[in-house]
Every structure is written in structure tokens, then in C-alpha cells.
């Protein structure tokens, strides 16, 4: 069964566009990850099953992976000291991660390898990706030579985050913060990289979040990492460069948007059955790929 939302009585609570977080007080939070899904800066009215459970699951195997500091505290929703009955435990499983408090870094720390989205439209305009000009003549979706860029982006409550430059973001927060986020940032994506690879998966590109702590030297990472939700994925076996990758993401929502008339300005329409079924099933097979194991609630 879905979770489109929760209400967890007594406490404090923001909701994210897929997130509910929870203030359970001191330096803790109690984040969890609904079904909801959001296309063309809208969340729809209708959840994927499950989709909350692939996004928890595979970013704490990605935390273990990449063996850096993070959020984390417990995936155990009875650390988190709270009197709820066995029907809301049940909802909840799988879905929780009891963080530390942190303040955010506002930026999204955005590392693509791949010519590909916003990044590929930019280019197609003016040779440039985020302002920054890379090599001529490569088609969507090629490798980004000589190496991977860094293009930081503005976090929006609402709408579309805005791509910026790193001028921008080393005058908001200073050179020493800004050049530790892309020098570790472009290491995270590198390694991940080389993960996936293993897999047969092409790690195009991805975002990371980060929060600074009173007692970690540097800032740790927070939110998700490397989910189908912050990352885009494509099959290695079927890559070629020259248009649109398939990908292991909402493209299946986003497709079935563009065929209703929906003029993305009111409401959104409910989901079809079939659409709601593939999308859940490419987000359990991004996870199963990736970590080599059976998606544990299907």
C-alpha cells in the first residue's frame, strides 16, 4: 500500500515535496520518505508504492559505500523514542532516517559527467554548461571531456532550482567552503562512478546536499545520495551518444504527462495503473542492480 503522507501527532513537521520531517527536538530529526512523486515541479496526486522504501534503502547503501560522514544516527524508527501503534510502525518501515541536525549548505552540489538535461539544452544555445565552456561539437548524452564539471545549483522551496555559477556560490559562502564542496563532491561522483560502471550502469550525473555540524571539521553529507530521484542512470549495454538515454527514473510519469494536454499551470491528473506499476518497477530495478540484492518489500 502507498504512503502518500504522514502525521505524526505532537511533532513539528515540514513536508518536502516527497519528504516529511519531523523535529523530535535537541539535534535530531526524524526524516521519512513518502511515496509521493513530483514531475514539472508539481507532486502528484497519485504515489508510487514502495518508491520511499528505494530511495531510504539505496541511499543508506550508498552512505556505506562511499564511506564519508554523514546525517545518519538510525534507520530504526523505535530510536526514535515515539509511542506509535504496530499500523503506523508497519507504514513506516523501511522509510526513516533518524539524522542530525545540521545547518544547510544552500547549494545542490551538482556533478555531471554526462552532456544530458539542462546541461545539454544550455550547451546546444551557447557552448557553454552553467556558464562554464567545455569541449565543441559533442552531441546529447556523450561523455563530458576532459573531466567532470561542477555546477552548483540554488536550492528552491518551490519550483526549479537555478544553476549558477561558482563565482556565485564561492561570493555566498566563501572561497575555502566552496572549493572543499566541489573537490569532494567531484570525488563522491568519481567514485560512484566506478560503481556503477561495475554494475552496468552509466552515472550521468548527480546532486549532493551537505550540512555543517558544531563537532565534524567539514560538512557532512545530508538528505538523499545517489537515488534515481537525484541521479540519472542509464544502461551501459544500450548507451549511445546522439539523443535521450532510457533511464532508470520518472521518465515514465513525465511521458504519460506530456500525452494528457496538461497545461503543467493547474492541478495535475491522476496517474494510470500502468504508469504508476512501471515506474515502481524501474526504481526497484535501479536499487536491485545497484546493491546486487532483492528489493525487500516486494
Known amino acids: 500500500m502507498a ?5 505524526l501527532p505532537g511533532l513539528p513537521r515540514r513536508r ?3 519528504r516529511d520531517v519531523y523535529d523530535l527536538g535537541v539535534d535530531r530529526l526524524l526524516i521519512v520518505a513518502t511515496d509521493r512523486i ?3 515541479d508539481w507532486v502528484l496526486p497519485t504515489p508510487i508504492p514502495d518508491k520511499g522504501r528505494v530511495l531510504t534503502a539505496l541511499s543508506n547503501w550508498w552512505f556505506d559505500e562511499l564511506k564519508t560522514d554523514d546525517h545518519r544516527v538510525s534507520t530504526d524508527i523505535d530510536d526514535a523514542g515515539l509511542n506509535l501503534g504496530d499500523e503506523i510502525r508497519d507504514a513506516l518501515t523501511g522509510r526513516v532516517v533518524i539524522a542530525r541536525k545540521a545547518e544547510v549548505v544552500p547549494f545542490e552540489c551538482v556533478v555531471r559527467g554526462y552532456l544530458s538535461g539542462s546541461g545539454w539544452k544550455e550547451y546546444r544555445d551557447r557552448g557553454t554548461v552553467c ?3 567545455i569541449a565543441s561539437n559533442l552531441l546529447e548524452s556523450s561523455l563530458i571531456v576532459p573531466a567532470p564539471i561542477f555546477t552548483p545549483a540554488t536550492k528552491a522551496a518551490t519550483g526549479h ?3 549558477i555559477s561558482f563565482a556565485r556560490m564561492k561570493g555566498a559562502i566563501g572561497d575555502d567552503l566552496a572549493n572543499d564542496l566541489r573537490d569532494r563532491s567531484r570525488s563522491l561522483y568519481q567514485r560512484a562512478r566506478e560503481i556503477a560502471e561495475e554494475r552496468g550502469l552509466i552515472l550521468a550525473d548527480t546532486k549532493f546536499e551537505f550540512g555543517i555540524v558544531p563537532d565534524r571539521p567539514r560538512p557532512i553529507l545530508i538528505d538523499e545520495v ?3 530521484d537525484s541521479s ?8 549511445k551518444p546522439g539523443g535521450a538515454q532510457p533511464s532508470f527514473d520518472k ?3 513525465r511521458d504519460y504527462l506530456e500525452t494528457t494536454g496538461w497545461d503543467k499551470q493547474s492541478p495535475p491528473p491522476p496517474l494510470p495503473d500502468d504508469v504508476v506499476a512501471r515506474t515502481r518497477e524501474k526504481y526497484i530495478e535501479c536499487y536491485e542492480i545497484l546493491t546486487g540484492q532483492a528489493f525487500p518489500w516486494t
Open 3 to 7: 504512503l502518500f503522507e504522514t502525521d
Open 16 to 18: 518536502g515535496k516527497v
Open 38 to 40: 513530483s514531475a514539472f
Open 131 to 133: 556558464g562554464e565552456r
Open 161 to 163: 532550482d537555478e544553476n
Open 226 to 228: 545517489l537515488t534515481p
Open 232 to 239: 540519472r542512470y542509464w544502461p551501459a549495454a544500450s548507451y
Open 251 to 253: 521518465q515514465f510519469v
